[in-house]
């Protein structure tokens, strides 16, 4: 799965009764050191009337959402103002990263109907800008290509006014899938570099790197007028010249809009916080990042790929405009 990781104070909660762990995978895993999180990370918990009209709507087209599969920190923010990111193609993911929450193994069949579902929530949530991501179908011979392409023209067809953001797992081995996706014409593409090359194979051993980049730059390939957008998660053992180095990677691909934010621990069984990176140091590096080119840099310590994603879009407009000398 493809998001930014998240956060917890309910570490490890046991499942109830014989229900199946989220991460089989990781059970046997040695539990991680975990470090007590700093003033600047803290929350408020979500109980706002929008949150549970949210949530309302969500349970009743039966959707899932990163939001809570990725026990977001920024739920409670985000839900009040019915900012929900909608996660399709289920709720199991097929890889296994070391940072992510949302549960994994085989998943089920798509859902034929969850296109024209995603549409209506789009509706009755009033969303001028929705991002839509999924976990990966690694299962599916195209990825689940066809089935994000289905999402992305359902949303055009009931509510064309709405601009649509896609968070797409990285469609390795999948040839011509990206192309399928490219080709529904989001507004927005992002794809995840996640954290620095070398901490791949600990973080992120089903994904490869160069690959992620290079899916980042055929999207500008096949259209450049596409904005696109890419994250990095900080706090995992990374070292400054190594961010700045992926920094100059996503320029290479062209990328126009970058998130920089702090990992959080979902358990003990998943990969330990290095350090929280100070918010100073954010503020550093979203200035490296806009002395490299990028139209949008977004670096804080809750910063998420799907965070004010909205008033952002319309941030990188401007910023493209501007650039442009319209
Ligand atoms: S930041 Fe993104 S994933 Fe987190 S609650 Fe907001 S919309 Fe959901």
């Known amino acids: 799965m493809n998001v930014m990781a998240t956060l917890i104070d309910s570490l490890d909660a046991p499942p109830a009764g014989n229900e199946r762990p989220r991460h089989p995978e990781k059970q046997s895993r040695e ?41 977001c920190p920024n739920i409670g923010e ?23 929450n949302v549960k994994t193994g085989l998943p089920a069949p798509l859902d034929a109907d969850e296109p024209r579902h995603v549409a209506e929530a789009v509706a009755e949530m009033g ?23 289905q999402v992305v023209s359902a949303i055009r067809a009931h509510t064309p006014e709405t601009t649509v953001e896609i968070l797409t797992p990285d469609f390795l081995r999948k040839k011509g899938a990206a192309e399928i996706v490219i080709d529904s014409k989001p507004d927005v593409f992002n794809h995840n570099l996640e954290t620095v090359p070398r901490l791949y ?81 954010f503020k550093a590096y979203e200035s490296m990042a806009r002395a490299k080119g990028f139209l949008m840099v977004s670096a804080s310590p809750l910063t998420r790929s799907s965070h004010h994603a909205g008033e952002d879009f319309a941030k990188l407009k401007a910023a493209r405009a501007a650039r442009a000398g319209v």
Not at 230 to 254: H, I, N, P
């Open 31 to 71: 539990d991680s050191p975990v470090l007590r999180k700093p003033d600047w990370i803290r929350v408020k918990a979500p109980v706002s009337k929008g949150y549970s009209e949210t949530r309302a709507i969500v349970r009743s087209k039966n959707l899932h959402t990163v939001c809570e599969e990725a026990a």
């Open 78 to 100: 985000c839900w009040q103002k019915k900012h929900a990111t909608l996660m399709i193609m289920g709720d199991t993911c097929t890889r296994a990263c070391a940072f992510c």
């Open 127 to 149: 969303l001028h800008h929705v991002v839509i991501t999924s976990v990966d179908r690694d299962d599916l011979s195209d990825g689940g290509a066809d089935h994000f392409a």
């Open 201 to 281: 194979l600990s973080i992120r051993p089903g994904a490869r790197y160069f690959h992620s980049l290079r899916l980042l730059e055929k999207v500008k390939e096949r259209d450049p007028l596409m904005f696109t957008k890419s994250g990095l998660m900080v706090g995992l053992g990374e070292s400054r010249e190594e961010v700045m180095q992926v920094m100059d990677d996503m320029r290479s691909a062209g990328v126009d809009f970058i998130t920089i934010g702090q990992y959080l621990q979902p358990t003990r069984k998943h990969a330990a916080v290095d350090r929280f990176v100070h918010p100073d140091e």
